[in-house]
């Protein structure tokens, strides 16, 4: 149980188009979910908070306008790179806090990784 | 503000135990939770303290002294597919965003 669902695994666009990435939650409903960037070798770096029906919280740094991330269901959180540059290029995760059973956990996502070009 | 910190790499062999240790600042505290990550994985649950003292779940044990902001992991028996990245991590009691340390790179050899 407590599966997140993360589409598309890895994703190719071209410099100044934009990416959805797609978290589900398969059989709970997640009121949050947070999403991280991870460079590689690095530690996965907070980048927003997004609550069902309302605006997400990010960070200290990070672009809101660049980063738009949409919580519209209980089930369902998205987050879009607009007018990505070769920059934004990262392994992308969005997490979910495991409820009942594993105590103290949160699930991932399979992660998206991203490549602008 | 939340800081966590582990050694950066960690190298052991077949069947050994090896201990990944993590110190932590923090404004509240609500739990030390690890985290294993394979090459182009996502992050795992392993292990979650709220209290001192040891939790034990298979192969894989944690430890956690609130009043040292102090805890380690310790991994027993271990075998190659061990070969991984963990990582530590505490809850922010406000909304329950997950920060994590900078990772350990685990390598098992043979």
């Known amino acids: 149980g407590a599966v997140v669902s993360q589409h598309p695994s890895r994703v190719i666009c071209k410099s100044g188009t934009s990416v959805k990435i797609e978290c589900r939650s398969l059989d709970f409903q997640a009121t949050t979910m947070f999403w991280y960037r991870q460079f590689p070798k690095k530690s996965l770096m907070l980048m927003a908070t997004s609550n069902e029906g309302s605006k997400a919280t990010y960070e200290q740094g990070v672009e809101k306008d660049k980063f738009l991330i949409n919580h519209a269901s209980l089930t369902l959180s998205t987050l879009t790179v607009t007018s990505a540059h070769p920059e934004d290029s990262s392994f992308y995760i969005c997490?979910?806090?495991?409820?009942?059973?594993?105590?103290?956990?949160?699930?991932f996502g399979s992660g998206t990784r991203l490549t602008v070009v | 503000g939340q800081s966590l910190e582990q050694p950066s790499e960690v190298t052991a062999v077949e069947g050994a135990i090896v201990q990944i240790n993590c110190t932590y600042q923090?404004?509240?505290?609500?739990?030390l939770s690890w985290y294993q990550q394979h090459d182009g994985g996502a992050p795992t649950f392993l292990s979650y303290n709220a209290l001192d003292g040891l939790e034990e779940t298979g192969r894989f044990s944690s430890f956690l002294s609130r009043s040292d902001s102090y805890g380690y992991l310790l991994l027993q028996e271990l075998q190659m597919k061990d070969s991984a990245s963990y990582f530590c991590a505490v809850r922010d009691g406000q909304g329950g965003k997950l920060i994590f340390g900078q990772g350990t790179e685990l390598s098992v050899k043979p």
């Open positions: 997490s979910a806090e495991i409820s009942g059973g594993r105590v103290g956990g949160y699930t």
């Open positions: 923090t404004s509240g505290f609500y739990g």
